[in-house]
């Protein structure tokens, strides 16, 4: 596995890695009218190399065998800063690795690069928005003591998720 930051030239097969890891853990809850909509604004390459090419989001990209498997990202300032007390908080904006490559270790180092890039930008918490019912990764971020600080939702095209926002204190 080779971990590594983000390229524009990333953008598309970081789009498609976005869209098939999303849609493999939530599609079946949306229409798909607010799937396509939602997938459109978040996961196609023009939004991501926006991402990618801006000041607010950092991303760590994990191949296997030279594809994208997995990735995460962080966004300052976060979306959910005036939800917490922290002084400087940073956001995990997606965590997310392909089905095949689940359970080897990829999210414990993805979330061990999070915390590190959180310390050593002078961040004193790590927050994150995670489905009220994705049981497997709440029990996941409070391994890493993350907890509940507030109930929010996510808009999905025009559907609301029910979702908790998680905060680490560093």
Known sequence: MIYRPATLEDAPALAALGAETFIAAFGHLYTPQDLAAFLAQVHSPGPVAAEIAGSECTHCLVEDAGALVAYCKL????????????????????????????????????????????????????L???????????????????????????KVGDHLDPEFLYELKL
């Open 128 to 154: 994150l928005s995670v489905y009220s019912e994705n049981f497997g990764a709440q029990r996941f971020y409070q391994r890493y003591g993350f907890a509940k600080i507030a109930d929010i939702t996510f």
């Open 75 to 126: 966004r300052h300032p976060s979306h959910y800063t005036a939800l917490s007390g922290a002084r400087d908080p940073i956001e995990l904006g997606q965590l997310y690795c392909l089905p095949t490559h689940t359970g080897h270790g990829i999210g414990a180092k993805l979330m061990d690069w999070t915390l590190a890039q959180a310390r050593a930008g002078g961040h004193d918490a790590v």
